[in-house]
């Protein structure tokens, strides 16, 4: 069995600290087994022994992970193909072969092997993309896991302060300031604030860029403020956990501001750059996140649908006799799905016809959600053309194709705004 010059089949069950590989040698039944440490030392023993015992030959490599540590340490070795398996297929996969439910790292590691011999069809070869796409495509994932980050720690900090200092929270709208964290580390109870001398806190505030009305104010509401509690143990410990969440949330502004230099970089010179600035909705935190979602890669999505579908975007749709059930998709990239759906409500504020879809989404009893993935569906069709042709979307040239495409014969349509909405209303000819 061979598929692009490939004479080798390697199947392996990754784990942390040692993974389980098996292979098989093209025209031979046999299978040999073994075990693989995670250490770079090691799997650059094995692979440069299966280059010296199969010189000049290319092997193919079927392993449970789309993304981690030994994908990233195999790919670094030209003669190797990797196949990158989701694990619901591994997992649907072995229940065919044992109904009863056994599993063990050697079986699945030739379950996988089994699995990449007899439908290589239904696999996908790991096919990275450029250097500059995929750094943009990390630090991306990276600054939307700090802004969680930073927004977990701000609950925390907000929960914190409504034990003992609750007045911060009425003072300053929101917890997420620098002057807010620099008050509560010089003066982290209300008790400490009270008794700092009324020239120090204007002083501070003014640092701050606070407007004199606003310190004058806020030095009233200070002395008039009570204790919320007088709990030593309490307040102490309050303290100490205020001062970690302020300096952690610190680092990760500062950290997010670095993510958000770079990203600009990268996205900015971009060869797709043109096109995905030109969409609606789109600003400086959206357009790289869609530069990372589609990629430069045009051959990866054969049809718009292709990409709806991998997205999680387009339902999934089950029948079975007279019975058919309409859901959407539960195995699909979360991170990918979320920027399509983020940018197509964003796009609601700048684009009159999505707009109006929208409104009429929801106007059929569609949810909020239900509505903006419908949007976002139809967004998509529209992108992938854009990004196909390496063309910019232009709103005025895609209104008059749809006032052409929807307008029954003899009639013209066009958008009207009333009350706030935009609809697309027909007139006779």
């Known amino acids: 069995m061979t598929q ?7 199947g392996i069950d990754w784990a942390d600290q040692k993974h389980r590989w098996a292979l098989r040698i093209d025209g031979e039944a046999r299978i040999q087994q073994g075990e693989l440490e995670h250490t770079p030392e090691a799997v650059e023993q094995f692979v440069s022994g299966l280059a010296l015992r199969f010189p000049g030959q290319r092997v193919a490599v079927a392993l449970e992970q789309s993304r981690g540590a030994l994908l990233f340490l195999l790919s670094k070795y030209a003669h190797l193909v990797l196949y990158p398996l989701h694990p619901n ?5 072995r229940k065919s072969v044992y109904p009863s439910g056994a599993k063990s790292d050697p079986s699945d590691a030739a379950l996988i092997l089994d699995l990449l011999c007899k439908h290589p069809e239904r696999l996908r070869p790991f096919q990275p993309d450029t250097v500059e796409t995929r750094t943009l ?24 302060l409504k034990m003992f200092f ?16 620099q008050l509560l580390l010089k003066w982290p109870t209300l008790d400490k604030l009270q008794r700092a001398s009324a020239t120090k806190v204007a002083a501070f505030l003014r640092e701050h860029r606070i407007p004199e009305s606003r310190i004058t104010a806020l030095q ?23 001062r970690r969440l302020v300096r952690q949330i610190e680092v990760l502004r500062a950290s997010i501001v670095e993510h958000d230099e ?19 909705g789109a600003g400086p935190a959206m357009i790289p996140r869609l530069i990372a979602a589609f990629g430069t890669q045009r051959e990866r999505y054969a049809t718009a649908s292709a990409i709806q579908c991998y997205a999680g975007i387009a339902p999934v749709t089950e029948t079975s006799g007279k019975q058919k059930w309409v859901h959407w998709r539960w195995a699909c990239p979360k991170f990918l799905r979320q920027t399509f759906h983020e940018w197509a409500w964003l796009s609601t504020r700048k ?35 854009c990004w196909k042709d390496h063309v910019p979307y232009e709103e005025a040239r895609y209104i008059l194709a749809l006032q052409k495409r929807t307008a029954p014969k003899g009639v013209e349509r066009r958008l009207k705004t009333s009350a706030g909405f935009t609809k697309l209303e027909g007139i006779s000819c």
Do not use: C
Request: glycine content about 2%.
């Open 89 to 93: 297929m591994v997992n649907h996969y």
């Open 137 to 160: 495509q990390l630090l991306v994932e990276a600054r939307r896991e700090a802004v969680d980050d930073k927004t977990r720690y701000l609950n925390r900090l907000t929960a914190q």
């Open 220 to 242: 009233q509401l200070i002395q008039q403020s009570v204790v919320a509690i007088r709990d030593t143990a309490v307040l102490e410990s309050s303290v100490f956990i205020v």
């Open 166 to 181: 609750p007045q911060v929270l009425d003072w300053f709208s929101t917890v997420d300031t620098v002057v807010v964290g």
């Open 4 to 10: 692009d010059g490939v004479t080798l089949w390697l």
């Open 262 to 280: 770079r990203i600009a970089e990268l996205a900015e010179a971009h060869p797709d750059y043109g096109i995905f600035s030109s969409l609606p």
């Open 351 to 385: 684009s009159a016809w999505a707009k109006s879809f929208y409104h009429q989404q929801r106007e059929r009893n569609k949810s909020h959600h239900a509505a903006v993935r419908a949007l976002s569906f139809k967004w998509l069709r529209i992108v992938f053309r």
